[in-house]
């Protein structure tokens, strides 16, 4: 729960660096993305990331593990994937990004190039749609021929 993650938080020391913004509007949430200079999101599964997919449509470097869709959606040139769990990697991963200005402008530089390869939603439905249809068509039986007269 939220709780327990502030609990963790203050025990860890980190309260005064760690803040839980929760729930956000557009218009914040846009304001964070402006005003950070990396995304991490260390999930161990993504269907599709559209966390992720906004972090490159604002041009932040990612970092963040390689569970699910996520490497779907991230170009290698534009962030940085660990696998599930790894928070040694995680780690690791972060550093790197954080202490090497270059490093993380080239990613971020990633991200702007992948935003422009980025769908909108009528482009991404469509795509839902076809598929759905494919797996409709190949999990049905083939209808029975019609009797002989």
């Known amino acids: ?5 502030r609990e963790r938080i203050t025990a860890l020391g980190l309260a005064q660096r760690v803040v839980l913004h929760g729930e956000l509007d557009a218009a914040a949430l846009q304001d964070m993305y402006q005003h950070a200079d990396v995304f991490v999101l260390p999930s161990y599964h993504e269907g599709y990331g559209m966390a992720l997919a906004e972090a490159l ?5 990612v970092v963040s593990t390689t569970g699910g869709a996520i490497a779907d959606t991230v170009p290698a040139n534009a962030g940085v994937l660990v696998p599930p769990g790894d928070s040694a990697a995680l780690r690791m991963a972060l550093e790197r990004v954080l202490d090497d ?5 080239a990613l971020a530089a990633g991200a702007r190039r992948a935003r422009a390869c980025q769908h909108g939603w009528p482009v991404a439905v469509g795509r839902f749609a076809a598929a759905l249809e494919i797996l409709e068509r190949d999990a049905l039986p083939a209808p029975a021929p019609a009797p002989a007269r």
């Open 101 to 105: 200005p270059q490093w993380r402008d």
């Open 1 to 5: 729960t939220t709780r327990d993650l």
């Open 57 to 61: 449509a604002c041009g932040l470097p």
